[in-house]
């Protein structure tokens, strides 16, 4: 599989943004979690 190393960088940015979008995501839901809790 031979790809252009713009290309590769352009993935590997791609897949930083999913990271950090579902870190945040999992934050929220931990954050709810703990408010319910505390109920």
Avoid: F, M, T, Y
Avoid at 12 to 32: T, V
């Amino acid at each position: 599989l031979s790809q252009q190393p713009g290309q590769q960088r352009d993935e590997g940015h791609a897949n930083e943004g999913h990271a950090s979008a579902r870190d945040k995501l999992l934050d929220s839901l931990a954050l709810c979690l703990c408010v319910i809790k505390k109920q």
